[in-house]
């Protein structure tokens, strides 16, 4: 098993930047591809970005492409979520996750989750 531990987020005002750090201990790191998912009040969780074990594919989702930037350090265990250009549609609890290599569409570990809040 892998535990998750996030860090960042915080309030921002629109148009500023933001990173999020999620480090993971357990299992070895690359053993996982990681995800941000993002849950708003009201709302389901969804998908932000994901990143492989390599770091080589990512994938966003259509309203942050551009804005966001998903990567990962394997030697310090942390992925990370560069967020640019905030929007007030952007403020929601984030949540970091990992998915086996063996099944990367099944992520079941997950952290505790951050407070992103962009004012207007």
């Known amino acids: 098993q892998v535990q998750l531990v996030e860090s960042g987020g915080g309030l921002v005002q629109a148009g500023g930047s933001q990173i999020l750090s999620c480090t993971a201990t357990g299992r070895p790191f690359t053993d996982y591809a990681m995800g941000w998912f993002r849950q708003a009040p009201g709302k389901e969780r969804s998908v932000v970005a994901t990143i492989n074990w390599s770091g080589r594919r990512t994938y966003y989702v259509s309203s942050v492409n551009g804005r966001f930037a998903i990567s990962r350090d394997n030697a310090k265990n942390t992925v990370y979520l560069q967020m640019n250009s905030l929007k007030p549609e952007d403020t929601a609890v984030y949540y970091c996750?990992?998915?086996?290599?063996?099944?990367?569409?099944?992520?079941?570990?997950w952290g505790q989750g951050t407070q992103v809040t962009v004012s207007s």
């Open positions: 996750a990992a998915a086996s290599t063996s099944d990367p569409t099944q992520y079941n570990y």
